[in-house]
């Protein structure tokens, strides 16, 4: 018995129906449904990483190779990363946490 042909287009259209299969990158490929409890334990992390990239501060020295980037992790601006190359010291990378929570200051630092 032949199989009927059907075309790409409906088969596309009868695969996502239901939302776990859709056609990507010239392959099948399953997917979470946008209405699927995962989507809802993951949000919150996502919409926080998108909010800590939003805040980032980039300053550069003009007609010079190097930079600070700033990232601060809440809104106090009490904890976050630091970036650092050749912008404090000359052919120097250093990457900084801190927190300046409870009235003290935690600094952990790595050069490079």
Do not use: A
């Not at 859709?22 to 809802?40: A, F, L, S, W």
């Not at 930079?67 to 009490?78: H, R």
């Amino acid at each position: 018995m032949k199989t009927p042909y059907i075309p790409k287009e409906l088969l596309d259209i009868i695969l996502e129906y239901d939302g776990r299969i859709k056609y990507k990158n010239g392959q099948y490929v399953n997917i979470i449904h946008q209405n699927d409890e995962r989507y809802c334990m993951i949000r919150p992390i996502i919409s926080k990483k998108i909010k800590i990239t939003k805040k980032q501060t980039l300053m550069d020295q003009t007609g010079s190779s190097g930079f600070l980037f700033v990232i601060n992790f809440n809104m106090s601006n009490s904890v976050g990363l630091l970036y650092d190359y050749n912008f404090s010291c000359k052919n120097k990378f250093e990457i900084c946490y801190y927190n300046w929570k409870k009235n003290s200051v935690t600094q952990m630092r790595v050069s490079i």
